[in-house]
């Protein structure tokens, strides 16, 4: 998909939640996806689906600064088109700190949206772990 039309379909359905906030979060999304810290390797669906996406960990400079930022950003788009949840798969770590700190800021960011109802979690190992939430 192309990545203009990734960000304008992420932007629209941030609007229905905050319109005065739409714009500057796509501004956000499309920064970390140029940088190529925010991927997603499948198809995008609204409403009804598990949307899926990445963190490449090896394209943050000095190791994991900015990671919760991204990791906040990444999660206020999937929660927008999200049907029951969606998955967050965490690349090239070694560390289960980092895991851990994707996973706080996965949380941290649900409740910001008031989805407190959400259940945050993770599956798999150190260098390669699924962020999993349910809403």
């Known amino acids: 998909m192309d990545r203009a039309l990734v960000i304008a379909f992420f932007e629209a359905a941030d609007a229905r939640f905050d319109p005065s906030g739409a714009a500057a979060f796509a501004r956000r ?23 899926h996406g990445c963190l490449a960990l090896d394209r943050f400079h000095a190791g994991v600064t900015g990671l919760a930022h991204t990791a ?30 994707v996973t706080r800021a996965v949380a941290c960011e ?15 190992g150190p260098d390669r772990a699924t962020v999993v939430a349910a809403l």
């Open 29 to 51: 999304l499309r920064r970390e996806v140029d940088a190529g810290r925010i991927a997603f390797p499948r198809p995008l669906v609204i409403g009804g689906s598990h949307p």
């Open 72 to 101: 906040r950003t990444l999660t206020r788009g999937l929660a927008d088109i999200a049907g029951g949840g969606f998955t967050i798969c965490v690349c090239g770590t070694g560390r289960l700190s980092v895991v851990t700190l």
């Open 110 to 124: 649900l409740k910001a949206q008031r989805r407190n109802e959400a259940v945050v979690g993770w599956v798999g």
